[in-house]
């Protein structure tokens, strides 16, 4: 049985083509799928009952269960989803006054084992496919009662939760393209966001295939200590990473680049990181977004203190560089930016490796 969920328009055009169906019928099916939130073929009604027919004997419309439903005290929802054989992926969603966030995993685990990261602990298993991740939105507006012709309740959508996007690159865009669709989600690509650690040969295609706005795992302003902290900056050095997001903004849909720094007390809030990040905003168009490190057990980290995170952001912005401070949000239920965990079952082992002290790189 062929999931429809893991076809984007392309995809399921080509499908119903093989099936001698024109391809008006697979944005047809786009909407009842995706605008409409339906699964059952026999209430599309403008479909024929040929093809309804068709569909019930080869097709279905299958997303993630979800096994978990927590309210946070701020209104932050976090679901547990079931993705099959022990493992579950996390999805939280995120109400502001002017828009609300969904922030949706690509995978059950992550290898690239971020220090600071809760995810990258628990080992990584495979990715998700397509259905997996756009099964997430598909399934939140349904669990908060979007209605198809009422106001959008998830008006953003940030790639920011388990795993590395980039990573799995062919079922990320494919999700991608059916949350930028007119005949599915209609959002608009300001209004998606991947967040990546540095995987350059990734973001330059996604440039050519994708291009949606652009966040990137900084958390260190240079290579000795991004190294302890964002493994990956091994294979692709600030320098590659730099250059990778100048070439991103010829067609991103926004004008800079958000670097993401997790504020760590005493390893990465120093005078000589502000002055390592004012050189690289020299380089890139770039606005900050400062994370106050949300604990989880034996992380071996802490939370810089206020006073020095709004120092920090003060003198970024009066270097003339736009910086936020994200709001820790849903950490009573651990849904707080790198606190998602799911169940993953470790298949790396990186408990057994040594761990270099991070104080011991500035």
Known sequence: MQNLLDLDADALIAWFAERGEKPFRARQILRWIHRFGETDFDAMTDVAKSLRALLKETACIQPPVPIRDNLSTDGTRKWLMDVGNGNAVETVFIP???RGTLCVSS???CALDCAFCSTGKQGFNRNLSAAEII????????????????????SNVVM????EPLANFDNVVSALKLMLDDHAYGLSRRRV?????????????LREECPVALAVSLHAPNDALRDKLVPINQKYPLKDLLAACNRYLDKA????????YIMLEGVNDGDEHIRQLIDIAREVPCKYNLIPFNPFPDSGFHRSSGPVVRRFSQLLNEAGIVTTTRKTRGDDVDAACGQLAGQVKDKTRRTQKRVVPIQ???
């Open 96 to 98: 502001e006054a002017t």
């Open 107 to 109: 995978q059950a685990g």
């Open 135 to 154: 099964g997430q939105l598909w399934l939140a507006n349904r669990l908060l009662g979007a209605e198809p012709n009422g106001e959008r309740i998830i």
């Open 160 to 163: 920011m939760g388990m795993g």
């Open 193 to 205: 966001t991947v967040s990546t650690s540095g995987i350059v040969p990734a973001m330059d295609r």
């Open 253 to 260: 849909p926004r004008d800079f680049i958000t670097f993401e």
């Open 360 to 362: 011991e790189v500035r």
